[in-house]
């Protein structure tokens, strides 16, 4: 072991932060990178089915409350995407790995938003199990990805009232309304779950990011954390759990649930989900339309700074 090794295992053995200009193993950076842009690109895919609704929502208070979420992860894609500049990569090489199929983003994004209820699932669902997630995430070992991740918490708590609050009025409105939150709940719950990815014994990438304190918090302990939260939240809306199987255990002091169908979620993960196809053809067709944006910002800037100089 060299002395650059030496001193980036006793980083992390100490829980210090590793900073872009420290030296890292070329694995550690490579994990990053693919973790941390897919993070990025889940932010700013998940804007799609979130806008499938901006035009429709009920109320103009949900309009207004919807785009300020959507705009929210647009500026969470932002911050993550430059987080991954600092590791040597540019967002526009981030852009064509996505486009090409060889990074990916969360699975939920595949699914489809049929109804207004399934803003308020993925709101408390889908961003509550990112909320579990991402606050392990501010105690990460590699410093942008840290601190980045304590603005993008503080937002997405918004984003999980909002969708609590969906909830909550269609849950407690007429039968109907009722039945629509039952039904989106149904769709999302599973979906949701594993989007804290495999089983930590079937997972490729958990073991060696334990190791690095990328992850502090494994799959399996943030999904029941999760999952306990979040009973509780069902019983009060009056809902039923979509898992038969759920039920408290006293011995372990958690709720234990039916396993997962692991086939479907490495379906949608391989890009044969629901919408898999339309998400990344929607994303390719915008980021071509709008190429014109990106060139005259960046000849704006060229002007202005040859100006200065």
């Not at 109320?59 to 040597?88: C, F, M, N, P, W």
């Not at 410093?143 to 909550?168: L, N």
């Not at 809902?239 to 038969?244: H, M, Q, R």
Request: a negative charge.
């Amino acid at each position: 072991m060299d002395k650059f090794e030496a001193a980036f295992n006793e980083l992390i053995e100490k829980e210090l932060k590793i900073e872009p200009r420290d030296w890292m193993p070329e694995k550690y950076r490579e994990h990053l990178i693919r973790q941390v842009s897919q993070h990025a690109h889940s932010e700013v895919i998940g804007m799609q089915p979130e806008g499938n609704w901006l035009l429709r929502a009920p109320s103009l208070r949900s309009k207004q409350v919807l785009l300020a979420k959507i705009q929210d992860e647009a500026g969470h894609g932002l911050y993550l995407y430059s987080v991954a500049e600092t590791l040597g990569i540019s967002r526009q090489e981030m852009v064509q790995q996505l486009h090409e199929g060889k990074a990916k983003y969360s699975s939920i994004f595949n699914y489809p938003t049929l109804t207004w209820a399934d803003m308020g699932a993925v709101g408390w669902l889908v961003d509550g199990a990112a909320i579990t997630n991402q606050v392990s995430l501010q105690r990460t070992s590699y410093g942008p990805y840290s601190r980045g991740m304590v603005r993008i918490c503080k937002e997405e708590s918004f984003h999980q009232r909002q969708g609590y609050e969906i909830m909550m009025q269609m849950a407690f409105g007429t039968p109907e309304q009722k039945e629509m939150a039952q039904d989106a709940l149904n769709r999302f719950w599973f979906p949701a779950l594993m989007m804290f990815g495999p089983h930590d014994k079937d997972s490729a990438h958990s073991s060696q990011a334990m190791k690095w304190k990328i992850k502090i918090e494994s799959n399996d302990h943030l999904r029941q954390k999760f999952i306990d939260h979040t009973v509780k939240q069902i019983e009060y809306l009056g809902l039923k759990s979509p898992d038969p199987n759920m039920k408290w255990n006293e011995a372990t002091g958690h709720y234990d649930h039916s396993p997962f169908n692991w086939d479907e979620f490495w379906n949608v993960v391989n890009g044969n989900g629901p919408c898999n196809q339309e998400r990344l053809d929607h994303h390719k067709k915008v980021h071509n339309d709008n190429k014109w944006v990106r060139e005259a910002a960046a000849a704006y800037a060229l002007k202005t700074e040859t100006q200065v100089a």
